[in-house]
DNA sequence: AACTCGGGGAA
DNA sequence: TTCCCAGAGTT
């Protein structure tokens, strides 16, 4: 069989098996671009199945391009909380304003529009051009790739940029003729369904017949790709500082900086320890430490104007990302006595209110905070607060052990 | 090219 | 444990 033969085979028996056992999924319901956009961005790094409950909140709460234009930028991360990678949240607003302001709104049939958008890279703007405007463009992602290297027993280490280039020339020439978005969402459903990482199950696959790997006995061995480095350890303490007389009930978060790992999402006030106090947090070390609690005293003094008093240990928790892996102590503490406002040096209170001032654009949002003596981007919350800022899952998981 | 950026499901 | 997922942006 020339290889000519094989490609025509596999595009019309992927093509036909697609068209057969699809599965309804909510971004299929139409071909509206808005709907497909944000399935893409959702999908990116994500399984189907995460992303559906997330998929179906999102646009029932922001249903059109210009709905998420105008909403609160907290709103929108609040909505993606616990998805992850979350300047996809904000890139996706920032390319929905674009959308409203350069395109009236109306998602444009243009590959190099779409592509130019912010978070629409490579895969994105293959998928959205072929799905919602049946574009004749490839759409390669670790599906595709996991699935053309076995087919044509190719063994470029796929971690490489260069090898998704080569792999796109391929599967663009693989394409149907008016089956684009069949096509390209046929390659990725094979991927997830048949032609699985780890397993592939090649009896029911639909292209078993042809496929180099499967002739050769190779389906396990490819594709080939470098593998990842461990996350680096990080260890930090974090302080829960429960509040008193009108904060009675609440504790003490603050808000992440705009740019960074998890960027303007709300946290505990925690810090990191450098290497030369590590052993601080060693498993063998007693859990009560007074240093640490100093160093968290201090820490909070510095950026708040407060004085806590700590209390204990509370919890221990990890959590791992792609490249960091935090481990973390939480201790509980309350307020010591006389320490609101007045108790903090003059110097310090006076900046913490010239700072608010500065960053708050809101003047009832300025005036509260100030009212409250704390820095703008510190906030007492209650059991219900949670649920209006947005918190990385690992904080969710410890307002869960503390409230619930 | 290497690093940054979450979180979880599956083996 | 390890892998990797409908990847993109930055350096």
């Given at each position: 069989m020339t290889e000519r033969e094989a490609k025509a085979f596999f595009s019309e028996e992927l093509l036909a098996w697609y068209r057969l056992i699809k599965r309804e999924l909510p971004w299929r319901m139409n071909r509206d671009p808005y709907r497909v956009w944000v399935s893409e961005i959702m999908l990116q790094q994500t399984r189907v199945d995460t992303v559906i409950p997330y998929y179906n909140r999102f646009m029932n709460k922001f249903p059109t391009v210009g709905a998420?234009?105008?909403?609160?930028?907290?709103?929108?991360?609040?909505?993606?909380?616990?998805?992850?990678?979350?300047?996809?949240?904000?890139?996706?607003q920032a390319g929905a304003k674009e959308v409203v302001e350069k395109y009236g709104g109306i998602v444009p049939d243009d590959k190099a529009a779409v592509a130019g958008l912010k978070g629409v890279g490579p895969y994105t703007a293959g998928a959205i051009m072929s799905i919602a405007f049946n574009r004749s463009e490839?759409?390669?992602?670790?599906?595709?790739?996991?699935?053309?290297?076995?087919?044509?027993?190719?063994?470029?280490?796929?971690?490489?940029?260069?090898?998704?280039?080569?792999?796109?020339?391929?599967?663009?020439?693989?394409?149907?003729?008016?089956?684009?978005?069949?096509?390209n969402q046929a390659l990725m459903e094979l991927g997830a369904l048949v032609?699985?990482?780890?397993?592939?199950?090649?009896?029911?696959?639909?292209?078993?017949?042809?496929?180099?790997?499967?002739l050769e006995g190779r389906e396990h061995e490819l594709p080939v790709k470098t593998k990842a480095k461990k996350p680096r350890p990080e260890l930090r303490a974090a302080v829960i500082i429960a509040g008193s007389g009108e904060h009675a009930g609440k504790m003490l978060v603050r808000r992440r900086p705009d740019t960074g790992l998890l960027a303007q999402m709300w946290e505990l006030p925690h810090l990191l320890l450098p290497p030369e106090q590590e052993h601080l947090l060693d498993e063998r070390a007693p859990k009560e430490n007074a240093e640490l609690a100093m160093l968290l005293g201090r820490m909070v003094r510095e950026e708040t104007g407060l004085l806590i008093r700590p209390r204990g240990w509370f919890m221990d928790a990890d959590h791992v990302f792609s490249h960091i892996h935090w481990k973390m102590r939480f201790y509980l503490a309350d307020l010591g006595e006389g320490l609101d406002a007045a108790a903090a040096s003059a110097a310090s209170m006076e900046s913490a209110v010239a700072e608010t001032a500065a960053a708050y654009d809101s003047g009832a949002s300025a005036s509260a905070a100030i009212a409250e003596g704390l820095p703008p981007d510190y906030r007492w919350i209650g059991k219900e607060d949670r649920n209006v800022l947005p918190f990385p899952n690992l904080f969710v998981r410890m307002f869960k052990q503390y409230w619930d």
């Open positions: 998420l234009a105008e909403a609160p930028e907290t709103e929108v991360l609040k909505c993606w909380e616990g998805l992850g990678y979350y300047s996809r949240a904000r890139n996706l490839p759409a390669v992602d670790g599906n595709v790739m996991r699935v053309l290297s076995r087919y044509f027993c190719l063994e470029d280490d796929i971690a490489k940029p260069r090898t998704r280039v080569g792999i796109e020339k391929l599967a663009a020439s693989l394409i149907p003729e008016g089956a684009a978005g069949d096509f032609c699985t990482p780890k397993s592939p199950s090649c009896l029911p696959c639909p292209v078993m017949e042809h496929c180099l790997a499967r």
